[in-house]
């Protein structure tokens, strides 16, 4: 099992809908876990970082986490087309102390 | 400066060829990290700095591959003997240390194509 997984998508979202990525991590000692967007062609840019259970929002950005379940997933409201990105999900690994990106998530919002 | 900085932005290189890149890290940022991203993929770790040292190197795919930081701050990642496997974005992040909610900064990247 990969450290972090996302689906890759495509993930197509009408605009002024809720867009839900998800992301399941492997190791259950991991404590933080940050959500970041890469638009093509470009570094990925920080968007939220969460570390305690439960939800955390930041304008139209919620991050939840579930360290029980092993997940952590970002909802966007009110999706705008500039939204449009690649979503990475990552996670501080406690076993050795290091950030494990997933594949990230495709996201298009449709207008 | 203002935020990390990647040198160059862009290398083409020939298979066999020596490449070095370079990191200049967000002044006083502690950890330093490399990464290798290819299209479609998410950023790949290959080795992450606490200061001078080499913390984690265990991301580095092979022995063609040498990362240093002498002074702590600026880093240049080196590669042997380029093959096109090679090819692929290589990111470099900072962050101020290492903790549970440390967040990463990223460079814009160095495009490197092996011919």
């Known amino acids: 099992q990969k450290e972090v997984e996302q689906n890759s998508g495509p993930l197509s979202v009408p605009e002024g809908a809720i867009a839900s990525l998800n992301c399941t991590y492997s190791d259950r000692g991991s404590q933080s876990f940050f959500w970041y967007r890469q638009y093509s062609g470009k570094s990925p840019e920080l968007i939220m970082f969460?570390?305690?259970?439960g939800d955390k929002e930041d304008g139209r950005f919620t991050a939840q986490l579930n360290k029980a379940s092993q997940y952590v997933s970002l909802l966007i409201r009110d999706s705008q087309p500039s939204d449009s990105a690649t979503y990475l999900c990552?996670?501080?690994?406690?076993?050795?102390?290091?950030?494990?990106f997933g594949k990230g998530t495709r996201l298009h919002i449709l207008p | 400066g203002a935020g990390v900085s990647q040198t160059p932005s862009n290398k083409v290189t020939e298979k066999g060829k020596y490449v070095e890149l370079r990191c200049d890290p967000i002044s006083g940022h502690t950890a330093l990290y490399w990464y290798r991203q290819s299209l479609g993929q998410g950023p790949e770790f290959l080795i992450y700095f606490q200061g001078t040292g080499a913390a984690d190197d265990s991301g580095l795919p092979n022995d063609r591959f040498f990362a240093v930081r002498p002074e702590g701050s600026v880093s240049t990642l080196k590669i042997q003997r380029t093959e096109r496997g090679d090819s692929a974005v290589y990111l470099c992040?900072?962050?101020?240390?290492?903790?549970?909610?440390?967040?990463?900064?990223f460079g814009p990247g160095t495009r490197l194509t092996v011919l």
């Open positions: 992040a900072s962050s101020p240390g290492l903790g549970e909610a440390d967040t990463q900064y």
């Open positions: 990552a996670g501080h690994m406690n076993r050795d102390d290091k950030i494990i």
């Open positions: 969460i570390y305690s259970n």
